[in-house]
């Protein structure tokens, strides 16, 4: 951050950059575009549950004018402040909402030579350049869903219509089959989305989260026996034969290969125990990165990373995790169980 990034962050109060940024819509914090400048003022309408699809593309051509003349605007700042971190960043998100691919590339790369450790643009870069990293970054991860905390629930729940955790719960009552687990722990729990869906199914839920913010807001819901700010395999893999119930709802799409969450999660649930996702469908082999900075996972990969991993398949459902452009976004939920004979 230059010397006058940082006037504008104490004058705000918080790290706002001067130039009016990215409308808090529809894919902008799940694209990983969210970030600090979701507190700036919106500059562009919503568009993701117009439900009349007339309206819904009118609204998305709305949107793309006002991000587009946000952009040009925000181009002629950088011209005057070419190293300010905040507009950089900025900028590369615009372009990427814009599918500029090949500009926001170039926007990145200009950040990563000015601040090489910047774990976003180091994310985005590799993935535009055309690399499928293997996770997100956990730091870059940290400070996404730290900048997104207020906003997360009005966001996914109102413009979103997210059902992840639904669906998860939904999973994980079929996998249960009229028990109650012991204790289950929230993987990536958030603003803690998915505790009142479970209620009645467990009889402990503890939530862990590398977003200290996240952690605050689920702490709020007062659902949780305990909160820790953690990483997930780290964590499972120093909890062997723990838990009950593992939950994911969400999560796994900041994972592209799923060998390591899936070893550690096989190696922290006791004999009888499940673990329950959902991953944003792929339509090929294997897994992708997306322009968003998430993963999309393959039901062929997942099956048979789960069975690497010494899980069984209980089952496996296509489903709409949210709403994205006036479009449901296709996802898969499983339910994995120990096979028999594993460790
Ligand atoms: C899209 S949010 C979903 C939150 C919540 N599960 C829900 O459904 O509302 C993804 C969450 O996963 C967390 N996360 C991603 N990767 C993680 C990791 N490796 N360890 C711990 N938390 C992670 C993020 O910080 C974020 O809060």
């Given at each position: 951050m230059n010397r006058r990034d940082r006037r504008r962050q104490g004058k705000a109060g918080a790290a706002a950059p001067t130039a009016t940024v990215a409308p808090l819509s529809v894919s902008t914090m799940l694209m990983g575009l969210a970030g600090q400048d979701a507190a700036a003022p919106v500059v562009a309408t919503p568009v993701a549950l117009a439900a009349d699809p007339v309206q819904s593309l009118l609204a998305r051509e709305r949107q793309q004018r006002e991000l587009a003349e946000e952009l040009a605007r925000q181009q002629r700042t950088l011209a005057a402040e070419p190293d300010s971190e905040l507009l950089l960043r900025s900028v590369g998100r615009l372009q990427l909402r814009l599918e500029r691919r090949a500009d926001a590339l170039i926007t990145y790369r200009r950040l990563l030579q000015l601040k090489p450790d910047h774990a976003e643009a180091a994310h985005l870069a590799a993935i535009l350049a055309g690399a499928t990293p293997e996770k997100a970054d956990a730091d870059y991860v940290a400070k996404l869903f730290d900048a997104f905390a207020d906003n997360f629930d009005r966001t996914l729940t109102h413009w979103l219509d997210y059902r992840a955790p639904q669906h998860v719960a939904t999973a994980a009552r079929a996998a249960l089959a009229g028990r109650v687990a012991e204790h289950a722990l929230d993987l990536g729990c958030g603003t803690g989305l998915l505790a009142p869906e479970m209620n009645g199914l467990v009889r402990r839920l503890d939530g862990i989260d590398l977003s200290p913010r996240m952690i605050e807001k689920a702490a709020e819901r007062k659902l949780y026996h305990q909160l820790e700010v953690a990483e997930i395999v780290a964590y499972l893999a120093a909890?062997?034969?723990?838990?009950d119930l593992l939950l994911a709802a969400d999560v796994l799409a900041y994972f592209g290969r799923l060998d390591d969450v899936f070893a550690a999660a096989q190696a922290a649930l006791k004999p009888v125990g499940h673990f329950v996702a959902t991953v944003e469908a792929h339509s090929g082999d294997g897994f992708s990165a997306g322009k968003s900075g998430r993963f999309a996972h393959g039901e062929g990969y997942l099956r048979q990373a789960a069975q690497a991993a010494g899980f069984a398949v209980a089952s496996l459902q296509p489903v709409a995790l949210r709403m994205e452009d006036g479009k449901p976004v296709p996802g898969l939920v499983f339910a994995l169980g120990l096979q028999a004979g594993a460790d």
């Open positions: 909890r062997p034969a723990r838990f």
